[in-house]
């Protein structure tokens, strides 16, 4: 295959990611610039990525903001550390598959870290939209020709794949018996 492209499948007990080279190398830079910009590390040899408060991490908790921006107050530090292992363990799955030099690069994903994987890379979404994520006007036809609307699109491609594809091994998992002979 040539070209940018995701793919994803249930495996096992988890699910498959095939990723051509390019978007697993890109992937990789992008969960490094998440990592950094959450804890306030400077990347190796580049630029300290701009910081990503709260609000643009989180969502409103309640309809008053001043009781969204409390509970965020109160509760973001937790709230970030838990992105921030979610990125870690992540970043792991993705740097194996990219170093493994196979094309494509096959993340294979457990069904216990999906929830990270997919934390990991709609948290990331928020590198490249001005606003969070969740109220981001985005022209997905242009989307390729601002700054960062490649990997964008491949961090909703990954995450929508990784969705569809979990469904898929969870809906199957509640046919299954408890145990098997």
Request: proline share 6%.
């Amino acid at each position: 295959m040539t070209g940018e492209y995701v793919r994803a499948w249930p495996a096992g007990q988890g699910v498959g990611l095939g990723v051509s080279r390019t978007v697993a190398a890109g992937l990789v830079g992008v969960l490094d610039d998440l990592e950094c910009a959450l804890t306030g590390q400077r990347r190796r040899f580049a630029r300290r990525p701009r910081p990503l408060p709260d609000r643009r991490l989180f969502p409103d908790a309640y309809f008053d903001r001043e009781a969204s921006d409390a509970f965020r107050a109160r509760h973001g530090v937790a709230m970030r550390r838990q992105v921030l292992d979610a990125v870690r363990r992540t970043a792991v799955l993705f740097v194996h598959a990219h170093d493994s030099g196979d094309d494509p690069a096959v993340v294979t994903i457990p069904e216990v870290a999906v929830p990270d994987v997919f934390c990991a890379l709609g948290h990331a979404q928020a590198l490249f939209v001005s606003r969070p994520r969740w109220n981001a006007l985005v022209d997905w036809p242009t989307v390729t020709l601002r700054k960062g609307g490649r990997e964008l699109t491949w961090l909703v491609t990954c995450q929508t794949a990784l969705a569809e594809a979990a469904l898929v091994v969870s809906a199957a998992g509640e046919d299954e018996p408890a145990h098997q002979a």
